[in-house]
Each structure stands twice: as C-alpha cells, then as structure tokens.
C-alpha cells in the first residue's frame, strides 16, 4: 500500500523559507514523478513542482520558478520542496503526489488527475 507523508509545514513571515519532505513507502518508486501541488481555501488544486524519481529531471510552476527547489533522496525514498521567498499567495495546504506511469508519459504532468496516490497535506501560512 503506498503512502506518502508530508512534513514541514508551518507559521513564517513574508520572505522566509520552508522545507517541505514528503516519505513515500509501499511500492518501487523509480518509474514515478514525484509532484508537489497546493490548494488555498476556495480555490482549486495547483500545481507546483515535480521530479522525475529516477533521473530527477523537473518541471515548475511559473509563479514559484526561481524560487522553489524540488529534489529527492532515493535512498530515504523522500521527496523534498525547499521554498524560498515565501508570499503570502503561497499560503495554502501542500500536497505530494506520486504519478505511477510518469515514466512513459511525455512530458511530466501538471493536472492534478495524472497522479495516483496522495499524501494528506501539510498547511504553509505566509503571513504579511
């Protein structure tokens, strides 16, 4: 059973940093896309960033590039979001993502429905 829990949310003020860690256990990861996704209240799931797990090629949202790094540690199975210059138009719930057949699609997928399985959500408030 696959299970993805995310960590390192929290309180910080407009211009700090975060580290968000999402553990994932249950299966072989290595032909999977790791994605990070937010939802704010009243508004839709975003993407935000994701890594390929085995070559660890990424892909970003245009509000976060330059600012968000996604990475991986294969031998923790752990997918890490470092976010830097946080705004409060960050401030959501953060969710992690595994995309199962990220491998043989063509390009690493942003839509919330290329994803299978999901983490619970950790809150990131960014105040002014």
């Known amino acids: 059973q696959v299970q993805l829990v995310e960590s390192g949310g929290g309180l910080v003020q407009a211009g700090g940093s975060l580290r968000l860690s999402c553990a994932a256990s249950g299966r072989t990861f290595s032909n999977c896309v790791m994605g990070w996704f937010r939802q704010a209240p009243g508004k839709e799931r975003e993407f935000v960033a994701a890594?390929?797990?085995?070559?660890?090629?990424?892909r970003y949202a245009d509000s976060v590039k330059g600012r968000f790094t996604i990475s991986r540690d294969n031998a923790k199975n752990t997918v890490y979001l470092q976010m830097n210059s946080l705004k409060p138009e960050d401030t959501a719930v953060y969710y992690c993502?595994?995309?199962?057949?990220?491998?043989?699609?063509?390009?690493?997928?942003?839509?919330?429905?290329?994803?299978?399985?999901w983490g619970q959500g950790t809150q990131v408030t960014v105040s002014s």
């Open positions: 890594i390929t797990w085995s070559a660890g090629d990424t």
């Open positions: 993502a595994a995309d199962t057949y990220g491998v043989f699609r063509q390009r690493i997928g942003v839509m919330p429905s290329s994803y299978d399985y």
